[in-house]
């Protein structure tokens, strides 16, 4: 079993910048996808961005240039490092990971971008 524990939202003005981070646990195979998807209030969740375990990314274009992803392995950790946030960045942020045939999903981090 695999838990994922996302921490690291709060409150920030527009413009500014603000990273969330998500500690996996657990059984892990070598070959995986980690991933951040958002929900705003009244909208679907969405793809942000994505990182393998080979280190390749993908990113929403909403987002592009703004947010980068990464990983230490080593510690089983993904982050996303959001700058120049907009109020329409604002949403609960969810760290994902597929890894074999499961996904599994955080309980979510809230990011609000207001002044």
């Known amino acids: 079993q695999v838990q994922l524990v996302e921490s690291g939202g709060g409150l920030v003005q527009p413009g500014g910048s603000l990273s969330v981070s998500c500690v996996a646990s657990?059984?892990?195979?070598?070959?995986?996808?980690m991933g951040w998807y958002r929900q705003a209030p009244g909208k679907q969740r969405e793809f942000v961005a994505s990182i393998t375990s080979r280190g390749s990314t993908n990113y929403a274009d909403s987002v592009k240039g703004r947010f980068t992803i990464s990983t230490d392995n080593a510690k089983n950790t993904v982050y996303l490092q959001m700058n120049s946030l907009k109020p329409e960045d604002t949403a609960v942020y969810y760290c994902?990971?597929?890894?074999?045939?499961?996904?599994?999903w955080g309980q979510g981090t809230q990011v609000t971008v207001s002044s």
């Open positions: 657990g059984s892990i195979f070598s070959l995986y996808v």
């Open positions: 994902e990971l597929s890894t074999g045939p499961n996904e599994y």
